[in-house]
């Protein structure tokens, strides 16, 4: 039940095609306290629910913890949720071994696009495809719980 991630940021849009899958993500937060987080969200067809933990010292692993359920009841969870609902699309591009998922952003956060690595050991090596960009693990403004509170279009810097 531990996650261990590294995240990126995304040079530009080669990435698409490389993918193997395209899903439209809705989701949301019915709380976004860094101690634990819960998520609602909808990935195509099906529901879930998750519970993140806080991030360790290097932002790489945390406690995840997630159930599918309907999607209308996730639907009913989303009207619930706080401000800031996130809508997505997500990307999956094998690369060696593992997969990145690249998530496309819209509405408050069109323009950003992330990729994401799930590892098995924060020390383990990956390839990485020419257009990942730098690395943004453990930078808090990138978590989904932060983008739902303050927009990529709203930041100054």
């Not at 019915?30 to 519970?51: A, H, Q």
């Not at 997500?90 to 696009?113: A, M, S, W």
Request: charged share 35%; with cysteine; net charge neutral.
């Amino acid at each position: 039940m531990i996650e261990i991630e590294r995240k990126f940021l995304v040079k530009n849009d080669k990435y698409k095609s490389e993918a193997r899958s395209k899903t439209r993500i809705v989701q949301g937060f019915l709380n976004t306290d860094p101690n634990r987080t819960v998520r609602v969200r909808i990935k195509g067809d099906t529901g879930y629910i998750t519970v993140k933990g806080k991030s360790n010292t290097s932002g790489i692993s945390r406690f995840e913890w997630e159930k599918k359920i309907t999607v209308e009841e996730a639907d009913a969870l989303l009207k619930l949720c706080e401000k800031g609902i996130l809508d997505k699309c997500r990307y999956e591009i094998p690369k060696g071994k593992h997969v990145f998922e690249v998530d496309e952003f819209f509405d408050q956060n069109e323009g950003l696009t992330i990729a994401e690595i799930e590892l098995d050991d924060e020390n383990e090596s990956f390839q990485k495809p020419a257009w990942l960009g730098i690395e943004v693990t453990g930078a808090v403004k990138y978590y989904n719980s932060q983008l739902s509170k303050n927009p990529f279009k709203e930041w100054s810097d």
